[in-house]
């Protein structure tokens, strides 16, 4: 085994020389601020009209989902973000011709094409020489997210926005039980900033494109471009009704591969680290669904209160749900003292990734989209 530095100076992590993995520390990047923004409209379990009593119950209790946040028609993703950013900006009196750089993650960007992230940017009243490009990642997009910006004010850059979100409910149909209750719509702001004494984040991600079909929209883009026809919805199994511009969700996939890869990933992190996982504070996991994160957690042996949630007020919001559950489920704590948190964001690619970071006291916000 050996370590490897990279030549921008990032350790690079234990390897054999045949198989580089992706794992790497990045030190002196601080988190200065998180705020989340979702829509207002709150839509109950309970109020889906193709749930029986007894699937209701079922699916609230499989899922942790009690109620979730729903974008109207014309509110877009980036109108989350445009609002968790303009406010967090607003509120810490942030200089913005200091901001070097915008990301924004998101599987639900405003058009093809521009890049979202440079309507933000002017939006935002951001410099011209403010660096802004889309991600296009979900479930596991905040850490990747994080990652990518880290390094690049590693190399000299002040300050950042990571942008994260998506308005998921805007691609599944309603007569599809296995997706149109599920997801919940969101979006967030993270500022990043160079500090010479901030501590290291250590990174682990993963890629397995041989699942892509576990999560997936499959038509309506280049390689089966949208038609009508597609339009369509047909019967694909009882209470799974979509057409092929839909999201098609195969849970049974999603539960092995998260069973198989998200603990043993964790564990990998921390290894990395040279932490155990009894020295942190909470694990941020991506609220994919109760079952999930409770399989997890047991397989970790570890206390459910070590496990934050949010899925039960805003169902599974992609990219958005790891800092959302910061900035609701953790304000209290992250408000006053610092604290070791594992973030974990696993999902649609498939795709699976993880960092080991100090954070805090920094001011979290949830906000309504009015």
């Not at 989350?80 to 998101?106: G, M, N, Q």
């Not at 694990?283 to 669904?289: E, G």
Request: include cysteine.
């Amino acid at each position: 085994m050996e370590k490897c530095v990279n030549s921008a100076g990032y350790l690079r992590g234990n390897f054999q020389k045949e198989s580089l993995v992706a794992k790497f520390a990045i030190d002196k990047i601080k988190i200065e601020a998180i705020y989340s923004c979702v829509p207002s409209q709150k839509i109950k379990t309970s109020e889906y009209s193709l749930f029986s009593n007894y699937e209701c119950l079922l699916f609230e209790k499989t899922t942790g989902i009690k109620e979730r946040r729903v974008a109207s028609k014309d509110l877009t993703c980036s109108d989350l973000c445009f609002k968790a950013a303009e406010s967090l900006l607003t509120d810490l009196k942030i200089d913005r011709e200091e901001i070097d750089v915008l990301i924004f993650v998101s599987q639900s960007p405003d058009y093809f094409l521009p890049a979202t992230a440079i309507i933000l940017q002017e939006k935002l009243g951001l410099a011209k020489n403010c660096m802004a490009f889309d991600i296009n990642l979900g479930c596991s997009g905040y850490v990747y997210g994080l990652s990518v910006l880290s390094s690049l004010l590693k190399s000299g850059l002040k300050k950042g926005l990571l942008l994260a979100g998506d308005k998921s409910t805007i691609s599944t149909s309603f007569n599809d039980k296995s997706t149109y209750p599920l997801f919940g719509d969101a979006g967030s702001a993270t500022l990043l900033s160079f500090d010479k004494i901030s501590e290291p984040m250590f990174f682990d991600l993963h890629s397995d494109g041989s699942g892509k079909d576990a999560i997936i929209i499959e038509y309506g883009h280049s390689r089966f471009p949208y038609n009508t026809f597609n339009d369509e919805e047909r019967e694909y199994e009882p209470g799974i009704k979509r057409s092929r511009n839909h999201l098609a969700l195969d849970g049974m996939k999603v539960f092995n591969f998260a069973l198989k890869e998200v603990a043993k990933s964790i564990d990998e992190c921390l290894q990395f680290a040279k932490n155990e996982k009894e020295s942190v504070d909470f694990f941020v996991l991506h609220q994919a669904n109760k079952l999930i994160n409770d399989s997890v957690r047991k397989k970790m042996k570890l206390a459910e209160d070590k496990f934050p949630m949010s899925i039960d007020n805003f169902g599974n919001t992609s990219s958005a749900s790891i800092p959302l559950t910061i900035c609701t489920s953790l304000k209290n704590q992250i408000e006053n003292k610092e604290l070791t948190l594992l973030l974990s964001g696993f999902g649609v690619g498939l795709s699976w990734a993880n960092v080991l970071l100090k954070m805090g006291p920094i001011p979290v916000k949830c906000i309504d989209y009015d």
